[in-house]
């Protein structure tokens, strides 16, 4: 009996003793998490752009601005280094091989506002680049498919418009003029991709016209219910040296893309507006990409 006492009040000091160590193991992490936004801001600042960039995107993983006020939200992005947001964008991006998702598309195609935009599904596999995307119902040409497959043909697309009298196949250019009745971009930029490479694209061209590539406008604004920052970047001109005249893009700061674009020329006309409704890793197989797909209707 003086035997088991003593057990029992040995187990039971143990775990007195070891009760406060868990606590305080964890202590670090509940104070990072409680870093005031000002500290965090500071801090930020003071990094480079690589450092800058794990944190940006580790703070978005894990929906670290949700409950943060919009001043501080505009307060982190003027402290963003203008290498920092395509560097993160890019390296998301990259965890993205294959995907599917949905997006909204309305754009000026031959100097008409679309009056109804695209609801548009799209699988996606950036390399070798193949493209599947489907017109949805409640969206402008519902019913439309095309396939795009540069292993096949790099120069042509896949596919039939929607209606009646919509389920004719047909191959045609990749710009031809069937592409370009409904938008001004093509098959192959129809990804997250093809965004990137343009914001890219656009801030070496900023830098080369004597600029930094730093937005000239940020603002925090509610789109379709949801709290997004957007941040606007005026070019000196348009096409073919900018993507366009100006450019705003929108973050939810919960996913790691852009949830909207959208464009206007040098006249303050609107030239698109796209958005990216969900995003969906996806591993594809031979039938994705195949117009024999049971699923699709080639």
Same mark, same amino acid.
């Given at each position: 009996?003086?035997?088991?006492?003593? !057990?029992?009040?040995?187990?039971?000091?143990?775990?007195?003793?070891?009760?406060?160590?868990?606590?305080?193991?964890?202590? $670090?992490?509940?104070?990072?998490?409680?870093?005031?936004?000002?500290?965090?801001?500071?801090?930020?600042?003071?990094?480079?752009?690589?450092?800058?960039?794990?944190?940006?995107?580790?703070?978005?993983?894990?929906?670290?601005?949700?409950?943060?006020?919009?001043?501080?939200?505009?307060?982190?992005?003027? &402290?963003?280094?203008?290498?920092?947001?395509?560097?993160?964008?890019?390296?998301?991006?990259?965890?993205?091989?294959?995907?599917?998702?949905?997006?909204?598309? #309305?754009?000026?195609?031959?100097?008409?506002?679309?009056?109804?935009?695209?609801?548009?599904?799209?699988?996606?596999?950036?390399?070798?680049?193949?493209?599947?995307?489907?017109?949805?119902?409640?969206?402008?040409?519902?019913?439309?498919?095309?396939?795009?497959?540069?292993?096949?043909?790099?120069?042509?697309?896949?596919? @039939?418009?929607?209606?009646?009298?919509?389920? &004719?196949?047909?191959?045609?250019?990749?710009?031809?003029?069937?592409?370009?009745?409904?938008?001004? @971009?093509?098959?192959?930029?129809?990804?997250? #991709?093809?965004?990137?490479?343009?914001?890219?694209?656009?801030?070496?061209?900023?830098?080369?016209?004597?600029? /930094?590539?730093?937005?000239?406008? &940020?603002?925090?604004?509610?789109?379709?219910?949801?709290?997004?920052?957007?941040?606007?970047?005026?070019?000196?001109?348009?096409? *073919?040296?900018?993507?366009?005249?100006?450019?705003?893009?929108?973050?939810? !700061?919960?996913? $790691?893309?852009?949830?909207?674009?959208?464009?206007?020329?040098?006249?303050?006309?609107?030239?698109?507006?796209?958005?990216?409704?969900?995003? /969906?890793?996806?591993?594809?197989?031979?039938?994705?990409?195949? *117009?024999?797909?049971?699923?699709?209707?080639?």
């Amino acid at each position: 009996m003086q035997l088991r006492a003593l !057990l029992l009040a040995a187990a039971l000091a143990w775990s007195t003793a070891a009760q406060p160590q868990t606590q305080e193991a964890s202590a $670090p992490a509940a104070t990072a998490a409680a870093t005031p936004p000002a500290t965090a801001i500071g801090s930020f600042a003071a990094m480079d752009v690589a450092k800058q960039t794990a944190w940006l995107g580790s703070q978005v993983h894990a929906n670290a601005f949700a409950n943060w006020s919009d001043e501080d939200i505009l307060a982190m992005a003027q &402290a963003m280094k203008p290498e920092t947001l395509v560097r993160w964008l890019r390296a998301e991006v990259a965890k993205l091989p294959e995907y599917e998702y949905r997006m909204r598309r #309305q754009e000026r195609v031959k100097d008409q506002w679309q009056s109804q935009a695209s609801l548009m599904l799209v699988r996606y596999r950036n390399a070798p680049r193949q493209v599947y995307a489907r017109w949805l119902k409640g969206g402008a040409h519902a019913g439309q498919e095309i396939i795009y497959d540069e292993t096949v043909r790099k120069d042509e697309m896949y596919g @039939h418009l929607g209606g009646v009298f919509g389920f &004719a196949a047909i191959w045609s250019a990749l710009d031809g003029a069937l592409a370009k009745s409904q938008s001004n @971009h093509t098959a192959r930029e129809l990804g997250l #991709q093809f965004i990137v490479d343009s914001v890219e694209r656009d801030g070496r061209a900023h830098v080369a016209a004597g600029g /930094t590539g730093k937005f000239n406008d &940020a603002r925090v604004v509610t789109e379709n219910g949801e709290r997004m920052l957007r941040l606007t970047w005026d070019a000196p001109s348009g096409p *073919p040296a900018f993507y366009a005249k100006r450019v705003s893009l929108y973050f939810d !700061l919960r996913n $790691p893309w852009v949830r909207i674009e959208e464009s206007w020329d040098e006249s303050g006309n609107q030239l698109e507006k796209i958005v990216i409704e969900s995003v /969906t890793r996806k591993t594809w197989n031979d039938q994705t990409f195949n *117009p024999k797909n049971p699923e699709y209707k080639f």
